[in-house]
């Protein structure tokens, strides 16, 4: 009789004491949310310790066996609630360990989680240079030449008395100037002719000088 009693104690205390083991603590509630490589970590107990504990390790089943890449504790409010974040971390599976002691240590709430980072957005294409305006080219309009007069390019017949001869202008300006001088020139000429004549008139007018020799017997 006493051992068939003894297999069922032994089979509940084996039960009590797998539940004892299974059993969360600190009793509560964590969860984690994610933003892509931002994440927040809401912590709700159902006592309210003196000190909340908390450590992000990456992810190993083993979690104790995980490298801690951030950790922390803070003071729970009143309903025992405490919220870690956001926090930043590279894209990759983690663990986050929450405990109503710190260090924290094997007696405490483990959730797991996974962040997935957006890729980079591709730099914007740089607009492409705005070209120079063109050049404007020479017309190459050939304005006629000025001046007051313009020569004519007519030849005029030469202008003059005797071995004084003017040479004829030109154009139209040189010949404008010659004929603003030929009066007094022609005037000046015709003096001097008529003083030339007048002298040869009186040389030749003027009775010559006869020697004549008286014939002297030699003796």
């Keep these: 009789m006493r051992r068939f009693l003894a297999l069922p104690i032994s089979l509940l205390l084996a039960i009590w004491a797998t ?3 299974a059993a969360v603590w600190p009793p509560g509630t964590v969860t984690v949310d ?3 490589c931002s994440f927040t970590v809401h912590i ?3 006592e309210q310790p003196a000190i909340i504990g908390w450590e992000i390790r990456e992810f190993n089943a083993s979690w104790m066996d995980g490298s801690v890449i951030l ?3 803070g003071k729970p409010d009143a309903e025992g609630r405490l919220t870690v974040g956001p926090l930043e971390a590279a894209e990759g599976h983690y663990n986050a360990i929450v405990d109503d002691e710190t260090p924290v240590d094997s007696s405490a709430q483990v959730v797991d989680f996974t962040l997935s980072c957006p890729a980079s957005p591709a730099p914007p294409t740089p607009a492409p240079p705005t070209p120079a305006p063109p050049t404007p080219t ?3 309009e050939e304005h006629p030449a000025q001046g007051t007069p313009p020569p004519t ?3 005029l017949a030469a202008v003059g ?3 004084n001869v003017t040479p004829p202008p030109t154009d139209t300006g040189a010949a404008t100037t010659s004929r603003s001088d030929d009066g007094p020139r022609a005037a000046l000429l015709g003096l001097t002719g008529l003083i030339a004549g007048g002298l040869f008139l009186a040389r030749a007018a003027k009775p010559g000088m006869i020697r004549v020799r008286t014939g002297r017997s030699r003796r």
């Design 44 to 46: 709700d107990l159902d």
């Design 19 to 21: 539940g004892t083991v």
């Design 153 to 155: 390019g007519e030849e």
């Design 34 to 36: 994610t933003d892509g």
């Design 161 to 163: 008395v005797g071995a």
């Design 71 to 73: 950790a922390g504790s």
């Design 138 to 140: 020479p017309a190459g």
